[in-house]
DNA sequence: TTGTAAGCGTTATCAT
DNA sequence: ATGATAACGCTTACAA
């Protein structure tokens, strides 16, 4: 490996000089900075990043968390955040927590050892009172997910207009009974308050009360899915449609109904969330709630790396467009 | 953050028996080793990956090279080398090479300059006379992907047997019809050879003769199997079963011959390749090759580990088993 | 415009 | 068993 030495060396100018073309600096003659720019075409230089880091220098790698990166919400958010940051120079170390809180504050530590020059955070596990202390070595963001405790960038959708865009259109559909699913909790407060409130509101709109027995809790995947229909056939009443808070869930809801006979959305629709490529593999094609994915990664390395070249970002709390995209499981 | 300083500093000894104990050394008094721990503790000290990497000590990050991260393949892929990573205590710095020769050129380097101990491409853009070069800065290994002009370690399934048992499949059925899709080209070399043997076997074996017109090269996305679908109708001779390279490839082809008005798999069979979650999702279920893709991750980091530590595996070259899963489409 | 030298945090070598 | 020191490759005062 050529070192700036030997550049300099080659040259038979001094390291300083080298240096100063490598990083652009003025009061350079045009003729030295050929010289040094051949010869480390010559030799093939690439500065060394650790020396660079450890000078204090250059920042070069956001570090980025996602629960599960099998999950293909969270594999297309990765995709356009590593290519977001590759076109800035700056290079991606991923990792999952695996909703693991140990885990994600192993990942923190990266941080403060300088391992990473700031982190997206796409799911946080432990509460803010943890993490906040690590904001000091670096910044940290949030991407899809939020915190109300927090005051750091938060890149997210509008959950609460997604969930009132399904609701709403089951009732336009003229639909009065209608279940939910949530990843979390159906309370006031936590990451999936948004999307409750908007389920609500359109429920409220139209006058509908609200039905406990149909509201679904801690739901993720495509089997928590197949149980809920499983478990909606059981009930004495039975609602005719269903939000369901993931497309992934939205489809072992439609393979298990189709198990038990029913037609959706006959018998039963459905309305997913995210609109993944899954939507259109299912039968019938799932009506779905389209999040700007790609934008979102974009959007969370901009800022980061704003906050990175200390420039407060224009905004640092976007709020992204969802919107309903309209198939046959409605 | 503190520094090995600090805790000399702190401890009144030199940072030289500091260093022991972070590293283990022997000929430490058991008294100096209790008291530097505290002091560490107490100071929250953790060493500076840079410095370490500088000093051409420990190593602590590898690189993975995907093609698309958002193509499920490769992210389960990748959620098996991270979690086989962090349990041995390694990063992952993550790239997409994008299918863009340069970008991959990008990533070599950084191996070059020990941003990484090591390499694993799950899929390869330049030739090995391109790669080649950049192995003498630290190990590469391929996973997934195969070049016969290489010598390094390479962690792959059984691609043959994979495509011998879905002819096979299809040919017990009473197919003698059978069209076959390959992501690369019909030839005998390049990363589809032991695919395309693995089909032309089973069709020799049982005296079918070879129809050129069946047979699609290039093909990867959903797109590209509604492409396939639409193109076999308008054949003259039309095939009675099709295998895909891929389960995206077979979605699009389920997809279309539904929209055509064919049944599945009466009209037209078709099994996929690696039994990704959607093969559940498609109505029929999809029959398909299911590899092994976490224990392909998982084996491609032990074995990029032991080079690491400069120990041979035990098997550079492990073949990995794949095996028919039969569901509805055929 | 260019060069000299110090220092970032570690660890290995050589003393003691 | 422990300590002093140099070196890894780089950038940045400071000097010239």
């Known amino acids: 490996m050529a070192t700036i030495s030997d550049v300099a060396k080659l040259t038979g100018l001094s390291k300083s000089t080298v240096s100063r073309v490598i990083n652009n600096h003025p009061y350079i003659s045009k003729e030295k900075r050929k010289l040094v720019e051949k010869a480390m075409d ?25 629960p599960r990166i099998a999950n293909p919400f969270f594999s297309y958010l990765l995709a356009s955040i590593e290519q977001t940051a590759f076109q800035n120079n700056y290079q991606v170390l991923m990792f999952q927590s695996n909703e693991n809180k140990e885990k994600e504050v192993y990942f923190l530590n990266l941080l403060k050892t300088k391992q990473v020059d700031g982190l997206i955070m796409t799911a946080v596990e432990n509460d803010w009172n943890t993490i906040e202390p690590f904001t000091k070595y670096g910044p940290i963001i949030l991407c899809n997910e939020y915190l109300s405790s927090a005051s750091i960038p938060m ?132 009506t779905t709630i389209r999040q700007p994915i790609e934008q979102m990664g974009q959007k969370a390395v901009e800022v980061l790396l704003s906050l990175l070249n200390k420039s407060e970002p224009e905004n640092k709390m976007p709020e992204l467009p969802v919107e309903l995209v309209v198939r046959n499981s409605t």
Chains 1, 2 share one sequence.
């Open 42 to 66: 010559e030799l093939g230089y690439q500065p060394n990043p650790s020396a660079r880091r450890l000078r204090g220098q250059l920042t070069s790698t956001i570090g980025v968390v996602v």
């Open 155 to 286: 890149i997210r959708v509008n959950q609460t207009k997604g969930a009132y865009l399904a609701a709403k259109h089951f009732i336009d559909q003229g639909h009065t009974k209608i279940a939910y699913c949530t990843g979390g909790l159906f309370a006031d407060d936590g990451k999936d308050k948004d999307r409750n409130k908007g389920y609500q509101q359109a429920l409220e709109e139209a006058g509908i009360p609200l039905n406990p027995s149909w509201i679904f809790i801690n739901k993720h995947s495509i089997e928590d899915g197949k149980k809920v229909m499983k478990d909606i056939i059981e009930l004495k009443d039975n609602p005719t449609a269903i939000f369901t808070g993931s497309d992934e869930i939205a489809a072992g809801v439609i393979i298990q109904a189709k198990e038990l006979g029913l037609k959706v959305p006959e018998d039963i629709a459905v309305i997913g969330f995210d609109d993944q490529p899954s939507a259109e593999m299912l039968d019938p094609k799932l």
